[in-house]
């Protein structure tokens, strides 16, 4: 009988959609969602949305966003946000923020926040936390972070540090971590270190290892690689490697180099490479140039180079003005030297 009755309830459902009734429309396009088709659930909240159903804007506009179409998704997320829909103004302020209008993002961030969406008020704190107004994030940061989002403790305990507070700053790490975020491990693994408690460090990378957090397996890596301890610190490596983590690829390249074997060092750092690490670009010229390969260590360094990675820069020179290229030579060392001087400023 639940059956047949379900089978009578969709059939006058579809007839009211059908009959223009936007609530019905707004249904059907949930119930087609959920049972994976996709294309007339697209049609049915493109439907219910141009029928004014804020909800439905939204909707349309992550079924675009997922098949690919993020120009007309935002155009919906818009929609919606001047509607007043929280989540499209939230999704709006992440399709801006991607593309770089930090002003618009963090505009649709504090309209969604106001209304009491509480991942927006994650999301606003975190904003103004990156954007170097700690003050001003704070109470946002506070706010989620009481009723329990996890990212905004992580957040708000970073602002917390960089004002000095640092105990406060732990108890709100040990908060996130307790409520199951294992990033939260290398926030506290990381001020263990900074403390000189290398013990501490060890203890929360290894829970969030173990717990399977990338991050965390690569930062206890590195830690054991520092002290000596390379099979183990092999052993994590290789995890994060299969997670597709690059700078594990890329000491797993410098482990394989510094025991002798340049062909496993060159394989992984080509494979880290392909997953965007800048190092082992610069690692590659270098192994090009232990074997006198020098016109492909130049290549390599390039790479590094026009990135605005200052050690493929500094290696570029270095290249160029041994086979007599002073000028170019010239002009690395003084971007080398610009995007040092930046990044000391950011620091």
């Given at each position: ?9 969709e ?27 996709l ?19 939204t ?15 935002e155009r ?16 709006l ?6 593309r ?5 993002a ?6 969604a ?9 994650a999301a ?5 936390r990156?954007?170097?107004?700690g003050e ?5 940061l ?8 996890t990212?905004a ?24 971590v307790t ?14 270190e ?5 013990g501490d ?14 991050e965390a397996i ?7 690689h ?8 092999e052993s ?19 482990l394989?180099?510094?025991r ?25 010229g270098?192994?090009?140039?232990h074997r006198?390969?020098?016109?492909e260590?130049?290549?390599?360094f ?8 200052v050690?493929g820069?500094?290696s ?13 030579a010239?002009?690395w060392?003084?971007?080398a ?11």
């Open positions: 009988m639940p059956g047949r009755l379900k089978k009578f309830d059939f006058f459902q579809r007839k009211a959609a059908e009959g223009g009734n936007v609530v019905a429309m707004a249904r059907m396009g949930a119930s087609m969602r959920e049972r994976g088709d294309a007339e659930a697209e049609s049915w909240f493109r439907k219910a949305a141009n029928g004014g159903d804020r909800v439905s804007m909707s349309l506009a992550h079924l675009l966003a997922e098949r690919g179409a993020q120009d007309e998704a919906w997320y818009h929609e919606a946000a001047l509607a007043g829909e929280p989540h499209g103004m939230l999704n302020a992440k399709s801006y923020e991607r770089g209008k930090r002003e618009d963090e505009h649709w961030y504090a309209e926040a106001r209304t009491g969406d509480l991942p927006s008020i606003l704190g975190r904003l103004l990156e954007r170097g107004r001003e994030a704070e109470p946002w506070r706010q989620a972070a009481e009723a329990g989002l990212e403790m992580i957040d708000l305990g970073t602002v917390l540090r960089d004002r000095g507070q640092t105990a406060e700053a732990a108890r709100w790490w040990r908060s996130a409520a199951g975020d294992l990033a939260a491990t290398c926030r506290l693994g990381r001020q263990a900074r403390l000189g408690k290398p460090a060890e203890s929360w990378y290894r829970q969030g290892a173990i717990g399977g957090h990338v690569v930062r206890l890596a590195l830690l054991l520092r002290r000596g301890d390379l099979e183990e610190a994590w490596y290789l995890d994060a490697a299969e997670r597709g983590d690059s700078s594990a690829m890329t000491n797993l390249g410098v394989a180099r510094n002798g074997d340049e062909g496993e060092a060159a394989a992984w750092y080509r494979k880290a490479a392909e997953h965007g690490s800048v190092p082992a670009l610069t690692n590659l270098h192994l090009a140039e006198e390969d020098f016109a260590a130049e290549q390599w390039r790479r590094a180079a026009e990135t605005g990675d050690q820069m500094l570029l020179a270095r290249m160029l003005r041994s086979r007599g290229a002073a000028h170019e010239e002009l060392l003084a971007r030297e610009t995007a040092q001087d930046e990044r000391e400023h950011q620091h």
